[in-house]
């Protein structure tokens, strides 16, 4: 069982709707839970970080983090073509580096 | 401000060679981490150096690899002799002493192994 596990999609959604992007994990050491997003050919691109269970708004974002089930969201409000790109989710136990899923390529169609 | 930069963008060589990747992190960025993603992996922690010491370089594949970070400034990671398998995108990423969890990320290194 991977430490991390992420739909790679792809998630094709119509430009307004809200985007649900999830990840489970099985490290219970984890207590930081990051957010990235990626576009083609670049570097990913820290959107938000969540210490411990709960929710954390940021504009358009959300993310929520459920450790008792070890499933972490992030929640897309109004999504527009520029939201397209891979979502990528990532975790942190204080040591070591940042653990990270495959990746959610998403697409927004105008 | 600059971003994480990375050298070069993309680069080709035979099985044998030898490549050096440099990157060059945010000024003041103690934290200097390398990733690496194979095709069709995740991205995986390679190591971690705060200023010029490593301090983790748990995720090094084998020793063909070696990383160093002369003056806490600029790092490089040599791949010597190369071979198919390490074939893949190289992530360096920053971040500030004290706060791991917003590393900032250069936009990679894929590296071919022909």
């Known amino acids: 069982q991977k430490e991390v596990e992420q739909d790679p999609g792809p998630l094709s959604v119509p430009e307004g709707a809200i985007v649900s992007l999830n990840c489970t994990y099985s490290?219970?050491?984890?207590?930081?839970f990051m957010w990235y997003r990626q576009y083609s050919r670049k570097g990913p691109e820290l959107l938000m970080y969540t210490y411990s269970s709960g929710n954390k708004e940021d504009g358009r974002f959300t993310a929520q983090v459920d450790k008792s089930s070890k499933y972490i969201s992030l929640f897309i409000r109004d999504s527009q073509p520029s939201d397209s790109a891979t979502y990528l989710c990532a975790m942190w136990g204080g040591a070591d580096g940042l653990t990270f899923g495959k990746g959610t390529h998403l697409i927004i169609q105008p | 401000e600059a971003g994480v930069t990375q050298f070069p963008s993309h680069s080709v060589i035979e099985k044998g060679q030898t490549v050096t990747l440099r990157c060059d992190p945010i000024s003041g960025h103690d934290n200097l981490y390398w990733y690496r993603r194979v095709m069709g992996k995740e991205i995986k922690f390679l190591l971690h150096f705060v200023k010029e010491s490593k301090q983790d370089e748990s995720g090094m594949p084998n020793n063909r690899f070696l990383a160093e970070r002369t003056g806490g400034t600029y790092s490089t990671l040599k791949v010597q002799p190369a071979e198919l398998e390490d074939s893949g995108v190289y992530f360096c990423a920053s971040s500030q002493m004290g706060v791991s969890t917003e590393a900032f990320f250069g936009q990679g290194t894929r590296l071919t192994v022909v």
């Open positions: 490290n219970s050491a984890f207590q930081y």
